[in-house]
């Protein structure tokens, strides 16, 4: 998607991070709405981002899992900081 964006295949993607916050950041992309900075008012209690799995995963491998929680929100904070 940022390939084809960089190149002016296509104008425009709806995806979530990281792939639409570095597009803001390296390719001069713009948000339609920036749901962590300043969502519109209708978005007030929606989820910017959520992360679903089976029980069955969550009970087998809840550390990996964890890890993922953090690489995840470890990310954001980077790519908010950088942006």
Known sequence: ML???KQG???GFALASPTS???VRDFQAAYLFDMA???PPFFND???VSV???LR???ERSG???SYYRGLARALKTIRGQT
Do not use: M
Request: a negative charge.
């Open 64 to 66: 990996e899992l964890t």
């Open 57 to 59: 995963n969550i009970d």
């Open 3 to 5: 390939a084809a964006f």
């Open 37 to 39: 900075a300043d969502p």
């Open 52 to 54: 679903a799995s089976t």
């Open 9 to 11: 295949a296509i104008d």
């Open 21 to 23: 916050d570095l597009a």
């Open 46 to 48: 929606f989820l910017y």
